[in-house]
């Protein structure tokens, strides 16, 4: 008997998968639990509408996401910190800050989450890796220079 799931059954499938099973196996345990639903011609174009509008909007979000990293590749961002003698930075600047001067200065909205970075603490230019989607990353260039004393 074909089925759609309804739900992941471990062993299966997952949600919307169409699988051929035993009669008994449907009959008895999938159909009554609500795990899966009988494969007619209409449930099975339904399933097919649902993974199209799917794809599209994955779709939409990577090609909103490679747009976003061709911005943030060309972004520099500059941050005055109190230094010491040898370089040594007083603070640092965290990913908070890196997301906060990204909304403030270039209007681009990150959550702090997706910038993968140890606090800075050192003067310079570092490169941070910002994690948009699974394929898709873009690189900021973070410069910390000294604050101006007097």
Known sequence: MRVVLKQEVRGLGRPGDVKDVADGYA?????PKGLAIEAS????????????SVQAK?????TDAEALATRLNAVTLIFTLKSGDQGKTFGSVTTKDIADALKREHRIDVDP?????????????????????????AHVAVAIEPAKLG
């Open 58 to 62: 994955q779709d939409r979000s990577h």
């Open 113 to 137: 989450r997706k910038i993968h970075a140890d606090a800075l603490r050192s003067l310079g230019v570092h490169k941070i890796e910002v994690r948009l989607a699974t394929d898709v990353r």
């Open 41 to 52: 011609a209409g449930e099975l174009k339904r399933v097919a509408q649902e993974r199209a």
């Open 27 to 31: 009959q008895n345990f999938l159909l």
